[in-house]
């Protein structure tokens, strides 16, 4: 049979409430908190889930205008918003298999290696470079750097990034230093370190352009970013069944939880397949307004059981909110506040307000 366009439409039983205004609030207190530094953002692994086109479109309007990707089609994504108005880096750098697309894109790719330079050198189009100054992850070592001064490189953003900026740790001067180091043999048109926790480190770490990711998004890992910084995403999900469980009970997969006395329960539309991961057995919890309803059991793959004795009036068909405050869930699963918000799944119907 076709599929006619006249098919029902089917309602979804999961959303994800996103706040357009806190997010905008969030990049606004970052670039504040940058001082002279001008804040880009960082929309890779599709905005941290919640949609790099939404994000971008949001962030520009507010003046951002500089975002980093992972990839180039990450890159390619967000071009159509983009070109003409906002540079884009793209943070994994440059292979072979990307020049093609790299060499007719308006991204820039940030250059890693030595292989990279060479390979960029004879493009005649801007690059960023990242300088390894002991994350060891991507970057060129400052020893190495004296190599790539003779290679005809445009240079805009030259970059560090910071292992360990949410913690109060040596390795962030000593970062800083050997990053000062590498800016005296290697110069751009800006210079940049700082992610979201970098921001909080204060203005020895903001240079020209700052890279905040997850605090746009609601992330806090440092307690001078706690109170400024607002949740952007709230998945919330429908009850399906509400039951009675009497004393001695057991609920959901390997009998993750024994009722002590008779009490009611919902199951809700969302499990570890929208990202909602088994860190939140018997830990997580919903909201019906304000009243706080535990989750109990094991989380499933489409559903979880939620006590409601503390609001009896809920029903099939009625909805509830997810606690998804990122450091608190994050304190609840055992999750990093970064795995939360990028594993949102995909069966959430993306709302924004
Ligand atoms: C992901 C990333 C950022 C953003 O980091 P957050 O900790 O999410 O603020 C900045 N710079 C680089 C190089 C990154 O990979």
């Known amino acids: 049979m076709p599929i006619s366009d006249a098919l029902p439409a089917i309602p979804p039983c999961a959303k994800l409430k996103l706040d357009g205004d806190a997010l905008v609030a969030n990049w606004k207190t970052l670039n504040d908190l940058s001082g002279k530094a001008q804040a880009g953002a960082a929309v890779k692994a599709d905005g941290y889930g919640l949609g790099a086109v939404e994000v971008t479109r949001r962030l520009l309007e507010a003046g951002c205008r500089d975002f980093f990707v ?12 983009t070109n003409g108005n906002a540079a884009v880096s793209v943070l994994n750098g440059i292979r072979n298999e990307d020049m093609a697309f790299a060499m007719q894109s308006d991204a820039k790719p940030v250059l890693n290696s030595l292989e990279q330079v060479v390979r960029w050198s004879s493009s005649g189009r801007p690059c960023d470079l990242m300088i390894n100054s002991g994350m060891n992850r991507l970057g060129i070592n ?14 805009d953003l030259v970059m560090s990034h910071l292992a360990s900026a949410d913690e109060d740790v040596p390795q962030n001067t000593d970062q800083l230093e050997d990053y000062k180091a590498g800016l005296e043999i290697v110069s751009g048109k800006r210079t940049s370190l700082a992610n979201s926790a970098g921001i909080a480190l204060g203005a020895d770490y903001h240079f020209d352009c700052t890279r905040p990711g997850l605090s746009l998004y609601g992330g806090v890992q440092r307690a001078e970013l706690a109170g400024h910084i607002k949740q952007v995403a709230t998945p919330q999900a429908q009850i399906l069944q509400t039951r009675r469980l009497h004393s001695g009970d057991q609920l959901g997969y390997n009998a993750g939880y024994t009722a002590k006395r008779s009490h009611d329960i919902a199951i809700i539309a969302m499990g570890y397949a929208d990202g909602y991961l088994r860190g939140f057995s018997n830990t997580g919890r919903f909201f019906a307004d304000n009243v706080a309803l535990p989750v109990l059991g094991r989380v499933s793959m489409d559903l979880v059981a939620i006590d409601i004795s503390a609001a009896p009036q809920l029903g099939e068909g009625h909805w509830v909110n997810c606690d998804y405050n990122l450091p608190n869930a994050s304190a609840m699963s055992g999750l990093s506040q970064y795995e939360l918000i990028t594993g949102l799944g995909q069966r959430f119907s993306h709302e924004w307000g």
């Open 70 to 81: 992972a990839t180039w089609k990450e890159a390619r994504q967000i071009a159509s918003l």
């Open 142 to 155: 400052v020893d190495d750097l004296p190599a790539i001064n003779a290679a005809p490189l445009i240079i």
